[in-house]
């Protein structure tokens, strides 16, 4: 072989390997994270880490946490069956049609509460993202309420207690009722969200904690949707919709979580029930 021949050779070799190095290089910065790097990189320097459940709640690689097994999805066929059976369901239809997700993990007080204020049908707001249509959005939530109250950088910290979201939302024009869980007794929990879900004019927004209930986490805001007399049951459509789906939940264990202590605020949590004003 002559001298520029094999020169050809070696450029052509040098080009190819060339080229794989390349797509190697390129194919490892794509690569997923590990687990434990994944972790970590989803974890807001914020937020706290709670444990597991104790029945441990196992992460799947394509969706949110499994559902424990004393709640019922309302995507299982028992749950479409129990929300097509109840006779206090008139607040699912309107919440379903706005239903968000909160846009961090503490804006759960903020998603909770435009889902109801849009269901309401009330006038709505100028929307900084929608400039050609009014409509009440976790962006623009804090532009009505006292900074004094509540603003969006605390709110993205610390979330909100039951007695500030109260407050907030008192800045529209809606009615707001706040009921901490113990000023009240089992019977009476279970009579206002009956009573609430029954009606597309009035919107039970329960605040609980989330391991009364066997789900991971702390603190937590979503409304309730439907009542179930037969299993005694409420409908929770969930915010955080990247941890857990809508569920039923046994009102018993929704008493236990709205009873548990809020740290902000040394006060039991409990439901802000959010309507329509009287004429």
Not at 108 to 136: H, K
Request: hydrophobic share 40%.
């Amino acid at each position: 072989m002559s001298r520029y021949s094999l020169m050809r050779v070696v450029k052509r070799v040098s080009r190819r390997e060339w080229i794989v190095a390349v797509l190697t290089a390129i194919l490892a910065a794509c690569a997923p994270l590990p687990p434990a790097a994944n972790q970590a990189a989803d974890q807001p320097s914020h937020q706290a880490s709670y444990p597991a459940p104790a029945s441990g709640a196992v992460r799947p690689a394509d969706g949110p946490l499994p559902v424990p097994p004393n709640l019922i999805a309302l995507t299982q066929p028992a749950g479409q069956k129990r929300l097509m059976a109840s006779a206090h369901n008139q607040s699912y239809w309107p919440l379903s049609e706005y239903f968000e997700t909160q846009r961090n993990e503490a804006y759960c007080s903020v998603a909770t509460s435009v889902m109801a204020l849009n269901a309401l049908g009330i006038r709505r707001p100028e929307s900084t993202q929608y400039p050609d249509f009014p409509y009440f959005s976790q962006e623009d939530f804090f532009r009505s309420v006292d900074p004094q109250v509540a603003n969006a950088a605390r709110v993205s910290k610390e979330g909100m207690t039951l007695d500030q979201l109260g407050a907030a939302l008192s800045a529209f024009p809606v009615e707001v009722r706040r009921f901490h869980a113990s000023d009240l007794t089992l019977s009476q929990f279970r009579d206002l969200i009956r009573d609430t879900t029954g009606h597309s004019d009035r919107f039970a927004l329960l605040n609980f904690r989330r391991v009364e209930i066997g789900e991971a986490g702390g603190g937590h805001w979503s409304p309730l949707a439907a009542y179930d007399a037969a299993s005694d049951s409420a409908l929770l459509l969930d915010v955080a919709r990247y941890k857990y789906p809508a569920v039923w939940v046994p009102v018993t264990q929704l008493y236990a979580g709205a009873l548990a202590v809020d740290n902000m605020s040394g006060l039991s949590r409990g439901l802000v029930i959010v309507g329509t004003r009287a004429n």
